[in-house]
């Protein structure tokens, strides 16, 4: 069964500071890789994707993600951190029978 | 464009009460339909998912059901409500070789 696991539950960050969010899937074969931001109370936004090709992909908003196949991962990148990037930080892998599947979220806290 | 709408946006209800979430769908033909439950402070736990009309995939036995009686209406169910049942719902779909889109959300409070 496919799955997603985000290590880290809360990251604080200095604004201005990088930030980097794991990012961990379990599929057997080529998978579809998302990252999402939510805000507080709001849907989801998409923030970048992987198909296939390139295997480091620019987003929205400054961010970056790098899909590592031997090592299963798909981590977000961000150079420099802005105090509206507070949110949180949803990773998702979309598998086998058009499962679409979270991992439990990142909640990333900037400091002045 | 493909454009996703979900309501309501907020919802209070009684223990023991029924309930329907609705969600439909524009721009888009035979979408992949999903919703989730997002509790406080936790991560996205997918309920249902659809690839077509009257097909349901259900992923955690619960007090909740799911129905798709057009192509692009998805909705969610419940005949009695349960204080566990509170959270944030959300829908999204997938268009063929796109990312989901999602919609605003339905905070369900049950009390």
């Known amino acids: 069964a496919q799955s997603v696991t985000q290590p880290d539950i809360h990251i604080t960050v200095s604004e201005g500071a990088s930030l980097e969010l794991r990012c961990n899937y379990s599929y057997g074969a080529t998978p579809y890789l998302f990252w999402y931001v939510q805000s507080p109370g709001q849907g989801l936004q998409l923030l970048l994707k992987?198909?296939?090709?390139?295997?480091l992909v620019q987003g929205i908003k400054g961010f970056e993600a790098e899909f590592k196949r031997s090592q299963s991962s798909f981590n977000l990148r961000k150079p420099s951190v802005h105090w509206s990037d507070a949110a949180e930080y949803f990773c998702?892998?979309?598998?086998?029978?058009?499962?679409?599947?979270f991992g439990g979220g990142t909640r990333v806290l900037v400091k002045p | 464009s493909q454009t996703i709408h979900q309501w309501p946006a907020t919802l209070v209800q009684p223990v023991g009460s029924p309930l329907s979430l609705e969600c439909t769908v524009e721009g888009t033909s035979n979408p992949n339909l999903y919703w989730y439950r997002q509790a406080a402070g936790r991560g996205l736990q997918l309920l249902f998912y659809?690839?077509?009309?009257?097909?349901i995939s259900s992923e955690v036995p619960q007090n909740l059901s799911a129905s798709r009686p057009q192509d692009r209406q998805f909705i969610l169910s419940s005949k009695k409500l349960l204080l566990s049942d509170s959270g944030f719902y959300l829908c999204?779909?997938?268009?063929?070789?796109?990312?989901?889109?999602f919609g605003q959300g339905t905070r369900l409070t049950v009390v």
């Open positions: 999204a779909f997938r268009g063929i070789g796109t990312e989901a889109f």
């Open positions: 659809s690839v077509g009309i009257g097909q």
């Open positions: 998702a892998v979309y598998g086998a029978g058009n499962k679409l599947t």
């Open positions: 992987y198909f296939s090709g390139d295997t």
